[in-house]
């Protein structure tokens, strides 16, 4: 039979043109194209995304087949420790080089479901994670110039226990499952570090920042997914992160704590570039900033343009934004999401709709403001755990921004700010200061602007 079809070509070649043989040649050649590209389609798509409410055995599934599509820019991983119920907290990561810190490449978190009873960040960011890796796949430039200059971690479950009694508790699924296992809302269980900042600007000394490493030890009633969740601040160093809640719709940021001697809005040190992350989210989001939407909800949220300060809205103590900002490097804002908690299956679609662009466009903040390297000048090797101090200087009055950073285990530093000018100020042990003056004009798809620091040891003079 072989040799039939053979012979038949052969002699089709005799009998046609060579215009049409070749027009020939080309038709069976795109025939191929299209199955070849038909058939890799169906290779990288075990199954399409599904709008449900998915349970903890359907979220792993989601992030494996997202992982088994784009197996070379992600990782599936599970938290440090598990829930009280023995549960895994799953997250997926998106990178060029999965797994590793890569220097000059900052590092992004969004956590969701920290309150089992509120779906909306789970269900959200399973489709992100999707969605992330199906753009990737279809070349979008916007997504695959993201990726490769961003190291983004998800997690979809905080709260796994929590879900699964909101989910089985029928009518009452917008009031049971809020807390932990152990009866603990997570967003009250880390840490008091506003206190220590509170009373160091009081006294007008001590640190300003990652003052975690002022706890001689945790709280006994620290839980286990608030420390698997405390493992993954302080080993990723993200620059940026958020936390997704339901039963409001509006960006909440730091301070979430108030002051005790100021009821009221708490301004920390960053409030600028807060505000502005806070208001990407919103103006990005489909109705959050405009003054029409609101939450049926009383007493009516007095928020503006679809943003607040976590401590005007009510102050918290123990509050997961604020153990970002001040016992790391990192700044986090709360995104509240949904006007219902456990939101109702057929609304997922229009939410992610109503969320996409908003997502998209706060993971570019993670690119604002400066980046850089710290060396030592004599050996050119980089210097970790530097303390950069920022003073802006756009005013005619210099304005110290009471909040430093440090740089990381490969001698990378990651600094946030908005438009303005700047005295950056690098110090370390054993080495001189060394300030620069830099003028910040944001644009986040270009990545942070690059400032390198070269330090002169103090036995070099």
Same mark, same amino acid.
């Given at each position: ?7 038949? $070509? ?9 215009? !049409? ?11 191929i ?25 359907? !979220? ?54 920290? @309150? ?28 695959? $110039? ?12 905080l709260?796994p226990d929590?879900?699964? &009694? ?38 007008? @000394? ?11 030890? !945790?709280? +006994? ?10 493992n ?13 809640h ?14 005790? &001697? ?16 806070a +208001?990407v ?6 109705d ?6 609101? *939450? ?57 709709n ?30 970790? &755990? ?47 200061? *060394? ?9 986040? $798809? ?5 400032v ?10």
């Amino acid at each position: 039979m072989g040799q039939m079809l053979l012979n038949s $070509r052969m002699d089709l070649q005799f009998l046609l043109p060579n215009s !049409l043989q070749k027009g020939i040649i080309m038709m069976y050649m795109a025939i191929i194209l299209l199955g070849l590209q038909l058939y890799s389609t169906l290779a990288v798509n075990p199954q399409t995304f599904e709008f449900k409410h998915h349970n903890n055995k359907e !979220l792993k599934n989601v992030l494996v087949n997202v992982h088994k599509m784009c197996p070379n820019i992600t990782r599936v991983y599970t938290l440090s420790g598990k829930s009280v119920r023995n549960q895994d907290l799953y997250a997926i990561e998106f990178a060029m080089t999965p797994g590793i810190h890569t220097k000059m490449i900052p590092e992004y978190i969004s956590i969701g479901n920290m @309150h089992g009873n509120e779906v909306i960040g789970r269900e959200i960011l399973l489709k992100l994670a999707h969605y992330l890796c199906e753009q990737f796949l279809h070349k979008n430039k916007i997504i695959q $110039r993201l990726i490769s200059i961003t190291r983004i971690h998800l997690v979809p479950s905080l709260n796994p226990d929590g879900w699964d &009694d909101a989910s089985k508790a029928g009518k009452d699924k917008e009031l049971k499952g809020r807390n932990n296992a152990n009866g603990f809302d997570l967003n009250r269980n880390f840490p008091d570090l506003n206190s220590i900042m509170y009373k160091n600007e009081k006294l007008k @000394h001590g640190k300003n920042h990652h003052l975690l490493e002022e706890i001689k030890c !945790l709280p +006994s009633n620290t839980q286990p997914e608030t420390f698997a969740a405390l493992n993954l601040i302080v080993d990723t160093q993200a620059v940026l992160a958020s936390n997704i809640h339901g039963g409001e719709l509006v960006v909440s940021y730091p301070y979430d704590q108030a002051r005790p &001697d100021n009821i009221g809005y708490a301004e920390s040190p960053d409030d600028d570039v807060f505000r502005r992350l806070a +208001s990407v989210y919103a103006n990005n989001h489909k109705d959050m900033s405009k003054p029409t939407t609101t *939450c049926n909800k009383k007493p009516k949220l007095e928020k503006q343009n679809g943003i607040i300060n976590g401590a005007k809205w009510y102050s918290i103590q123990g509050g997961m934004q604020d153990i970002h900002y001040l016992g790391s490097n990192g700044f986090c804002v709360t995104l509240e999401l949904s006007c219902d908690k456990f939101i109702k299956e057929e609304d997922l679609k229009y939410e992610w709709n109503r969320n996409k662009n908003a997502m998209i466009q706060f993971m570019w903040q993670t690119h604002l403001g400066i980046k850089g390297m710290i060396y030592d000048k004599r050996s050119k090797k980089p210097v970790p &755990d530097a303390i950069i101090q920022v003073v802006n200087i756009s005013n005619k009055i210099p304005k110290i921004i009471d909040h430093d950073i440090t740089s990381d285990c490969l001698g990378d530093y990651y600094r946030l700010l908005v438009n303005g000018e700047y005295n950056v100020t690098v110090y370390a042990d054993n080495f001189y200061p *060394c300030s620069k003056i830099v003028k910040v004009n944001n644009n986040p $798809r270009n990545g942070a602007k690059c400032v390198d620091f070269y330090l002169i040891y103090e036995k070099d003079k």
